[in-house]
């Protein structure tokens, strides 16, 4: 909860049923936080529903990096070889504020691509820096959007969505 005081009392402000994802435990999520665009870990607040998802997919990827997966090229896959994404995570960023309403980032409350990130039922993904991560990517598009239900790249970013 956000304390808020207002006319000598403090009122307590939070977007019903959002929960804070720093509160549960995975082994291959990154909560993207410290960067110009993602400066604060207030921004990782979701629907429990979507955070079960996210809970999934971080069982799932674990899974698939030991079971090999990102360990050569897929030949489905248009971008290329990868290399294996040893000690990578899911780069998991921007899902809601827990009292919801817009981001804002660089001084920016209107930016049009975080305008769904309100209502904590969606979240984005980065790439990997540095490294090919062709098949990591190609794996987050395919089985990621299974496991979600809903997604749309970006380029740089994923969007998944419930």
Same mark, same amino acid.
Not at 21 to 40: G, I, M, Q
């Given at each position: 909860?956000?304390?808020?005081?207002?006319?000598?009392?403090?009122?307590?402000?939070?977007?019903?049923?959002?929960?804070?994802?720093?509160?549960?435990?995975?082994?291959? @999520?990154?909560?993207?936080?410290?960067?110009?665009?993602?400066?604060? %870990?207030?921004?990782?607040?979701?629907?429990?529903?979507?955070?079960?998802?996210?809970?999934?997919?971080?069982?799932?990827?674990?899974?698939?990096?030991?079971?090999?997966?990102?360990?050569?090229?897929?030949?489905?896959?248009?971008?290329?070889?990868?290399?294996?994404?040893?000690? /990578? %995570?899911?780069? @998991?960023?921007?899902?809601?504020?827990?009292?919801?309403?817009?981001?804002?980032?660089?001084?920016?409350?209107?930016?049009?691509?975080?305008?769904?990130?309100?209502?904590?039922?969606?979240?984005?993904?980065?790439?990997?820096?540095?490294?090919?991560?062709?098949?990591?990517?190609?794996?987050?598009?395919?089985?990621?959007?299974?496991?979600?239900?809903?997604?749309?790249?970006?380029? /740089?970013?994923?969007?998944?969505?419930?």
């Amino acid at each position: 909860m956000v304390g808020v005081r207002i006319f000598n009392f403090n009122l307590d402000v939070k977007y019903p049923g959002l929960v804070d994802l720093h509160n549960y435990s995975y082994k291959h @999520l990154n909560l993207f936080t410290n960067d110009p665009y993602h400066p604060s %870990k207030v921004s990782h607040y979701g629907k429990i529903q979507l955070v079960r998802k996210i809970l999934e997919l971080d069982e799932a990827f674990g899974k698939a990096l030991n079971e090999g997966a990102f360990d050569e090229t897929n030949p489905k896959d248009p971008e290329g070889p990868c290399l294996r994404p040893d000690k /990578k %995570k899911i780069l @998991l960023n921007d899902m809601s504020l827990p009292w919801g309403g817009l981001f804002k980032q660089n001084g920016d409350i209107s930016r049009k691509e975080h305008n769904q990130h309100r209502w904590g039922d969606c979240f984005d993904i980065s790439r990997l820096k540095g490294g090919e991560d062709a098949l990591y990517w190609y794996w987050l598009k395919t089985e990621g959007k299974k496991i979600v239900g809903n997604m749309y790249d970006e380029g /740089k970013v994923l969007h998944f969505y419930i």
